[in-house]
């Protein structure tokens, strides 16, 4: 134990039981993600995409490990409003124990984290996504390019938005980035959250687009 855990001591984000931001008995309650097409967010084997509902310009298939609720949803509304980087560092952990014992449907060579408009992230100072993404690359043997991936302009939230205007929304929102040279044939797309699914998609038609032939979802909540 630190000198900083002696003088704030960490308190559960659910109970406020001391000991650790995200306690086991909290963990317990939170419903772990069932796997789900991408598409029409129904029941899937493993999270492919329906045959039905893939596109070719489009998600192969998306792995989320719990349901937004409870401590899980406390801790990504910490890490990405409150800057609480020891929160993240600890939910990185539990994410990556949970992701390995779940396994991974495909063989993966590069993950990719969704990126944040230039101007939100210099504001917060950090993009969640790639500071989680890092560490779960690492751990699952995946290179990172953290870069790849621009976002062009500010968006609202999608869940404000319906049907049409969630597209719009989204529309030339992601560039790849020219100056970083690759070529990988499956890649792992990393955002914290699954709400709408669109920011994700939208990403996923950019990078097939730019020649890559597979490219799968994966959030740590949905």
Known sequence: ????????????????????????????KVRLAKPICPYCEKASIDGFSHTKC????????????????????????????????????????????????????????????????WYRENTRGFNQSVEIGREVAAQMGWKFIPDLLIKTKSTVSQVELKGNARRQNLKGTFVINSSIK?????????????????????????????????????TIAR
């Open 1 to 28: 134990m630190g000198v900083l855990d002696l003088i704030f001591p960490k308190t559960c984000l659910g109970c406020g039981k001391e000991g650790k931001y995200l306690c086991d008995d909290c963990l317990a």
């Open 54 to 117: 893939a596109k070719r310009l489009g998600l192969d298939g998306l792995t989320s490990i719990w349901e937004y609720e409870g401590v899980i949803r406390k801790a990504i509304l910490s890490l990405k409003y409150k800057y609480s980087t020891e929160v993240g560092k600890e939910l990185t952990s539990i994410f990556i124990q949970d992701l390995m014992k779940r396994g991974h449907p495909v063989k993966a060579d590069v993950l990719i984290p969704i990126p944040l408009y």
């Open 182 to 218: 690759y070529q990988v044939s499956s890649i792992v797309l990393f955002d914290d959250v699954f709400t709408t699914g669109s920011t994700l998609r939208e990403a996923a038609k950019v990078l097939k687009r730019s020649g890559a032939e597979k490219v799968w979802g994966l």
